[in-house]
T-cell receptor, first 115, second 114 residues
Framework: GAGVSQSPSNKVTEKGKDVELRCDPI?????LYWYRQSLGQGLEFLIY????????KSGLPSDRFSAERTGGSVSTLTIQRTQQEDSAVYLC?????????????FGDGTRLSIL | AQSVTQLGSHVSVSEGALVLLRCNYS??????LFWYVQYPNQGLQLLLK??????LVKGINGFEAEFKKSETSFHLTKPSAHMSDAAEYFC????????????FGSGTRLSIRP
């Protein structure tokens, strides 16, 4: 079956531009996460969606970052007025439910480069 | 609060040698523990997980890990390294509650020498 799909796989943009990153989770997965992975770093939690509950936005680094999840499926992470420090790989993961014993399934990420 | 510490950002072993990647955690409640592997330009892939029951967990690609509560450790091992094992490995912990997030360690890059 299809895994988590992220698009685009690579994005190069100029400083100050807005970007949108897309995540298609595995069908039926109610939980969805966004992470940021900077060069040589671990995973930095950004935001978490669970069903129709209010998202956990506690990891978003600034108000330039936002995310939405429409219809409980596809999610879009938006970065406004991009800065060079936003350059990183953005990973999306989905999980069958909010149960903490469930593993996350990751997409291959979007590599974002800010010039 | 919970955290995960991976000792050694880079480990290098010879092909055929034992692989040992260290992970220690702190958690105020019984943890669920995971190891993920990340190959270049890919997302993370689950290697194995511990939830309850047997403390020695076997995963894919010949890897296994043992949950040791007394040592708050969940080290990853493989008896004989293969060139294809070269990758980044992440240990992660989630709380045994309805908490939303899992916490990842900073990762260990495994290199295999021919």
């Amino acid at each position: 079956g299809a895994g988590v799909s992220q698009s685009p796989s690579n994005k190069v943009t100029e400083k100050g531009k807005d970007v949108e990153l897309r995540c298609d989770p595995i069908s039926g997965h109610t939980a969805l996460y966004w992470y940021r992975q900077s060069l040589g770093q671990g995973l930095e939690f950004l935001i978490y969606f669970q069903g129709n509950s209010a998202p956990d936005k506690s990891g978003l680094p600034s108000d330039r970052f936002s995310a939405e999840r429409t219809g409980g499926s596809v999610s879009t992470l938006t970065i406004q007025r991009t800065q060079q420090e936003d350059s990183a790989v953005y990973l999306c993961a989905s999980k069958l439910s909010q149960g903490t014993d469930q593993p996350q399934h990751f997409g291959d990420g979007t590599r974002l480069s800010i010039l | 609060a919970q955290s995960v510490t991976q000792l050694g950002s880079h480990v290098s072993v010879s092909e055929g040698a034992l692989v040992l990647l260290r992970c220690n955690y702190s958690s105020s409640v019984p943890p669920y523990l995971f190891w993920y592997v990340q190959y270049p330009n890919q997302g993370l892939q689950l290697l194995l997980k511990y939830t309850t029951g047997a403390t020695l967990v076997k995963g894919i690609n010949g890897f296994e890990a043992e949950f040791k509560k007394s040592e708050t450790s969940f080290h990853l091992t493989k008896p004989s390294a293969h060139m294809s094992d070269a990758a980044e490995y992440f240990c992660a912990v989630s709380r045994g509650s309805s908490a939303s997030k899992i916490i990842f360690g900073s990762g260990t890059r495994l290199s295999i020498r021919p």
